[in-house]
DNA sequence: CGTACAGAGTACGCAATCGTACCGGGGGGG
DNA sequence: CCCCCCCGGTACGATTGCGTACTCTGTACG
């Protein structure tokens, strides 16, 4: 597996990884490690933002929710980013949900040490602002993709993405909940998923998903799935991982 | 007309005005006056972005485009802020296009002077970063919008966000050009903005759209269009325009 | 060992939108 | 002045996905 390239160790956050050694010494008193249970909420729309997740291991959806309950995932991070960017760039709000995806741990710095701390303009600034270019594809293309693509296409897209971010093959997930992100029927799922496993790409059973073949699943994916991943390889360094 | 009030002079971009006068001032060499004409198209996908817009009326469209020749918005700027961000947050390509949809004029700054300035950490910083986190909202909220609303609601809050960054209420539009920023058919458009048409909410003939009663469309648009102004409002200041 | 329940399979009619195509009118250019 | 073509109205079947609802089966728990 390339994910024990130099650059990226598994399970370790590739920001704070990235870090020069006096740049994470002056923030490291401010950083406290939290592990990330499943269907956690991080936080509520709205809520104020009093810390900034560095995920690890794991994988943390970004959703929008709707009046009417229906809710959307815009966007996920994993170990290559960050949760909260929105207190450097300016606000200590969203009006998005923040949930755990899949379980795992990571560190979580408080909002005001992370915003003094990108003030400085140093590495961390940077890094920061380069993932946030990278975050933005991501949603843009989730909203063109949202709009134009049939569902199989986003299904095995989003697939490959929480893959990438995932220590292994196979990922806790039923259909409910991948239906709770695609924005559809959990009946809509269960019958894209059942063609992809059809095809040999997948398997699954009772609230596991196991990716049988990577290649046929991008395959099958829409086009969104490399323009986002080349997106992120660009800007955040490529290694194979959460990329 | 709210348009008239101190913070936002019609036709002045709002974070160029917001600059202390010396940030101003040292900007001002690397500026630039220009027109943007209909259907102008800043960058194309993929192109290095040497120039960052600043609007001062008209608007710019952020559009996704595929493979087989589709295309969607994803996002909108008016002269409440500006396109080109990327080349700040440390990218001079986006995989995205930039077109004129509605014609105006503004200030362009070249993406070298304007990174520069950027990292002096001034004002100018802070303006773009709460841009870049109200546009990241603009974006998230229309991943979820394009999947879960109808036509209806998204063709009015379209023409909503359309209407708060131009001068006045006709807007020279074609059904066509809607149909490519919604991502649906030519005909589609015709039949939702008849509805609309019928209602009384706006009244169009061969490129033109008026908005008849703002508040009817409002009440017809999806949960999105407050969302995202609310937003602009509490990121960028409220004027009532271009928010 | 039994039971309760979450997770998954399936089916039905229906609504929205698609792709396409053809038509008519209005207005600008030759 | 006329013609052409851009713009908009409309129609058609096809498709995708929705809402709902009933069933079956692993599996966790008592």
Redesign the interface.
Known sequence: MSSLSANSPPSVNRILNQLPPEEYKRMSPFLEPITLARGDVLYYPQDPVSHVYFPNSGTVS?V?T??DG???E??VVGNEGVFGI?V????VT???EAMVQLPGDGMRASSEALRREF?Q?GQLQ?LL??Y??A???Q??????C???HPLDGRLARWLLMICDRAPGQDLELTHEFIAVML?TRRAGVTEAAGRLQDEGLIRYRRGHVTVLDRQGLEATSC?CYP?VKK?FE??LGSDGRAA
Chains 1, 2 share one sequence.
């Open positions: 970004v929008a709707f009046a229906g809710s959307v815009v966007g929105n450097v760039l300016g606000s969203t009006p998005h003030k303009g940077d602002l380069r946030t270019q975050f933005i594809v949603i843009s293309q989730t909203a063109a949202n709009k134009v924005g086009e323009v997106e660009r800007l």
